[in-house]
């Protein structure tokens, strides 16, 4: 498809962006609108489905029959027979007359079902029926009619895993899928956040009669680092409210903070997005970092042991492992030989923005200290408790519970805090919590 021709359907239909997977889905649409293969349209809720059903129907032979767009989610399962195939008079409570339903009213059209996944299963029979033989019976009737109908579906969900847990008809999931097409999501489609916002911008502005608002650099990093997860629907919302109740008609970063939930937890930073690490990631690094101090910490007390070493020595030696000790006051471990040597084992510092969880009963602090009335000016009698490595707990669920407990502490339980410590959401530490029961 020619550049002319993509921009043409993007005028025609209001469609905003230049994201190359929201081309390919446009591209997709124009040209299976020609055929009357059935069509399945997969994305995140706001995303705009609907406009490429539109699409479709529009660019059609069937522009000039009717077009509707249903809801399946929306409609009460006791009545979305009724809905879409019509019923006869009396053939359930309430039914004072005969209906023709959105299959019969729209003969040579489009229905639009939304949320396919919702429909229940025994209406996902008849619409089999339809799409292969293009028939259908009313409820309460026994008469076969027949409809000349194209069927565009969308759904949020993952089909093919509703199909797997008996929630959806293979049969119809696989009739449905003939021509897929993906939606991105608006956190995938770059610069098209700016774009938007200046479009919704423009039009609320001239609706409440005000000057358009207009962001500044820091502001435009705010909202293109924001994941979006109302996605389209939401960027509207945020920038009518904007265009309501700013006064300041220039946007600074820090207003429009304000205005995005959980904005400093969901910034991506582009210039790091190859360092960034997931949930797991980020405790697998924990748990290697400990037992990698673990080992350095066996080899020092073996050296002690063999008096190969000194306290002093072992100090200047490994700076990182014991930095922590020394920053968070805690006994110098190059103490005297009358005090005692205390070494405690420490994770070195991280780029990441959580502290490591403290000592647990599997991972006690190694101590070794010298008794005043056997001491030997050659020899230490030293008292060595150092769990062995294979019983060191290497469970993720509880390194990851620590580390909540840990950051949950250290910011006097204000989760929001707690959340940024730890690198994740809100949302996810809410999650977490109820899922190792720290809320009681």
Do not use: W
């Not at 055929?35 to 699409?55: A, N, P, Q, R, Y």
């Not at 003939?178 to 039009?203: H, M, Q, S, Y």
């Not at 200290?369 to 230490?380: A, H, I, K, L, Q």
């Amino acid at each position: 498809m020619e550049n002319r021709e993509l921009l043409s359907i993007k005028q025609r239909f209001g469609i905003i962006g230049n994201a190359s997977s929201l081309n390919h889905a446009i591209q997709v649409a124009a040209q299976v609108a020609a055929t009357d293969l059935t069509v399945m349209i997969t994305g995140e809720s706001g995303s705009g489905k609907e406009s490429f059903s539109k699409i479709i129907h529009q660019l059609s032979a069937r522009k000039h029959g009717k077009f509707i767009a249903i809801n399946c989610g929306a409609i009460p399962e006791g009545t979305i027979d009724s809905e879409l195939f019509g019923h006869e008079k009396g053939s359930f409570t309430g039914a004072n007359e005969s209906r023709k339903g959105y299959f019969e009213v729209t003969d040579g059209g489009t229905i639009f079902l939304d949320e396919i996944g919702e429909m229940p299963v025994e209406t996902q029979a008849r619409l089999l029926r339809v799409l292969e033989n293009k028939e259908f019976i009313r409820v309460g009737s026994s008469k076969v009619l027949k409809t000349d109908v194209r069927v565009v579906a969308a759904t949020n969900v993952n089909l093919l895993k509703n199909v797997q847990k008996g929630k959806f008809r293979e049969d119809l999931y696989y009739r449905l899928n003939t021509v897929p097409i993906a939606v991105p999501p608006l956190r995938e489609r770059g610069n098209d956040i700016e774009l938007l916002f200046r479009k919704f911008a423009t039009d609320f502005a001239e609706q409440y009669h005000v000057q358009p608002l207009s962001l500044t650099p820091e502001a435009k990093r705010v909202l293109l680092s924001f994941t979006f997860p109302g996605n389209i629907r939401q960027l509207k919302n945020l920038a009518e409210q904007m265009s309501a109740l700013e006064l300041d008609r220039v946007v600074s970063g820090e207003t429009m903070q304000r205005y995005l939930p959980n904005a400093n937890n969901q910034l991506r930073v582009l210039e790091n997005e190859d360092q960034s690490l997931n949930e797991r990631d980020l405790l697998y690094k924990v748990l290697f970092d400990m037992r990698q101090d673990m080992n350095d910490l066996k080899k020092i007390v073996i050296q002690l042991a063999q008096g190969k070493t000194n306290a002093s020595t072992v100090l200047a030696e490994n700076p990182k492992l014991f930095s922590n000790v020394m920053d968070e006051g805690s006994a110098p471990a190059n103490q005297t030989r009358e005090t005692g040597l205390t070494v405690r084992p420490t994770t070195p510092p991280t780029t990441f923005n959580y502290n490591p969880p403290p000592p647990t009963e599997k991972n006690d602090p190694l101590i070794i200290t010298s008794d005043d009335d056997d001491y030997d000016s050659n020899t230490y009698d030293l008292d060595v408790e150092v769990k062995a490595e294979e019983e060191e707990s290497l469970s993720i669920e509880k390194k990851e519970k620590e580390l909540i407990i840990k950051a949950l502490q250290k910011n006097n339980n204000k989760r929001k805090y707690a959340a940024q410590d730890l690198g994740i959401s809100e949302r996810t530490l809410y999650r977490k919590i109820k899922q190792y029961e720290l809320d009681e």
